[in-house]
């Protein structure tokens, strides 16, 4: 059965500094895996997905993953945090049947000026 | 107009109230979905409609009936609701197969107090 672990319920950096979220995914068949941003009071928003087209994907604001088959790893990663990543993030995998999304825990980043 | 929306965004009840959440997808997507969003717990898929069938229905408790009148609309019917039924319920819509990865577009979210 999928599923995705994310290592780390909260990360804390300072503004600048290199953001690196971490997860690990469980899968039985070719993975599709997503990254999702929640910010306070709202829902969830995509940030980057992989298709097995490349390894390396790029996202919005600036954040990018990388698919490690090896490793079963997507770690979601940012050269300089902003004030403004401050959110929780989600990574998430399809599920067998390809119907729905399996989320992670989350993530909550804070970033300190 | 946003993608997805939801309404009402906040809801108080009684646990012997009856109500309802409603969904409204903008996309031109055919498959929608109610996850459950607890703290301290991972979203919890509810149900899901494709083509307004229903696919996935997660063990939930019966005192949460969903319905799928067409591809655009889904609803949640509340009815004699437990204090830890508590959370915020995300309803959000995916694209036919093909059109995408199966990624999920969301709305931003009923919160639920059941008092």
């Known amino acids: 059965a999928q599923s995705v672990t994310q290592l780390g319920s909260h990360v804390s950096v300072s503004e600048g500094a290199l953001v690196l979220l971490r997860c690990n995914y469980s899968?039985?068949?070719?993975?599709?895996l997503f990254w999702y941003v929640q910010y306070p009071n709202q829902g969830l928003q995509l940030l980057l997905k992989?298709?097995?087209?490349?390894?390396l994907v790029k996202g919005i604001n600036g954040f990018e993953a990388e698919f490690k088959k090896s490793e079963t790893s997507f770690h979601l990663t940012k050269p300089s945090a902003h004030m403004s990543d401050a959110a929780e993030y989600f990574c998430?995998?399809?599920?067998?049947?390809?119907?729905?999304?399996?989320f992670g825990k989350g993530t909550t980043l804070s970033v300190s000026s | 107009e946003t993608g997805v929306t939801q309404t009402p965004r906040h809801l108080v009840m009684g646990m012997t109230n009856k109500k309802s959440l409603k969904c409204e997808q903008h996309?031109?997507?055919?498959?929608m979905y109610w996850y459950k969003q607890s703290a301290k717990k991972p979203l919890e898929l509810m149900f899901v409609?494709?083509?307004?069938?229903?696919?996935e229905n997660n063990s939930v408790p019966s005192r949460f009936s969903p319905e799928c009148p067409n591809s655009s609309h889904l609803f949640l019917h509340l009815h004699t609701l437990q204090p830890e039924d508590s959370a915020l319920y995300l309803c959000?819509?995916?694209?036919?197969?093909?059109?995408?990865?199966?990624?999920?577009?969301f709305g931003e979210g009923s919160r639920l107090t059941v008092l």
């Open positions: 959000a819509s995916s694209p036919p197969p093909g059109q995408g990865a199966g990624e999920l577009f």
């Open positions: 899968s039985s068949v070719p993975p599709y």
């Open positions: 992989y298709t097995s087209a490349a390894t």
């Open positions: 998430a995998v399809r599920n067998q049947a390809g119907t729905a999304l399996i």
């Open positions: 996309l031109g997507h055919n498959a």
């Open positions: 409609y494709s083509l307004e069938e229903r696919v």
